[in-house]
């Protein structure tokens, strides 16, 4: 079995290693509805051709990268120049402020 978490840990570090960031430092609302409509539609064939164009490779030791899709949006927001340090500020408040809106959630605790 795949532990979700483990694997989302893994790919946050990977992205955090190459760009900085992680995919939850930019919001979804940041991309334009082509950028959507693009990853939407990606299939593998296209997300290796999308990322080579970019200078980057999507295919590891044992063939494509499990998170290709997760690879390409991150690809795409660097491409739209969206790695910033106000969106990534942004989108931590936002997600800070979706915890505490929960029932018997007192406080957040955030490694920075």
Partial sequence: AVDDDQF???????????????IDDIS????????HHFLDTLDEAHARIFAAEQGYDLVGETGMLTDWWGFCWMILAEKRGLLTAENRAAARAAIEEKYLAAPNVIGVIIGR
């Fill in 8 to 22: 989302d840990r893994e790919f946050n570090a990977v992205c955090q290693s190459i760009w900085g960031y992680t």
């Fill in 28 to 35: 979804d609302d940041l991309f334009a509805a082509e950028d």
